[in-house]
């Protein structure tokens, strides 16, 4: 029996993938942007981000996910039994960030009232 990957996205829709992420949740953390260091596949692509803390961590996301894999911007250091899959990149910066779950959720109780009071 092969081994079979499946490529969900070809490179440049990951980076189109990445930039929809980035427009997401730019205004809840100090920092996002794409590594430039670290190459983008057809099955990855790598982010820097900073929290509302101050801490730098770097993220892939693939098929299976949001995952830290590096305790720094540009780096891999974390193995995969040391990090957990996160469905979304809200669920993810959620369980590393109280002020991103603190800046989100503000964020959506003022559209909430906004839509009340139209």
């Not at 949740?25 to 101050?54: P, R, Y």
């Not at 892939?60 to 891999?76: H, I, K, P, W």
């Amino acid at each position: 029996m092969s081994d079979v990957t499946e490529l969900v996205l070809d490179s440049e829709s990951w980076k189109l993938e990445a930039e929809a992420v980035i427009g997401d949740i730019k205004d809840h953390v100090n920092e996002i942007k794409i590594c430039d260091k670290l190459a983008s596949t057809n099955q990855t692509i790598f982010f820097n981000i900073e929290t509302l803390e101050g801490n730098k961590v770097c993220v892939e996301l693939s098929s299976f996910g949001f995952r830290v894999v590096g305790s720094n911007y540009d780096a891999t250091d974390l193995s995969d039994n040391q990090t957990e899959c996160f469905e979304t990149p809200y669920s993810l910066l959620s369980s590393i960030s109280a002020g991103f779950a603190n800046s989100f959720g503000n964020s959506l109780a003022e559209k909430l009232n906004t839509l009340n009071n139209i």
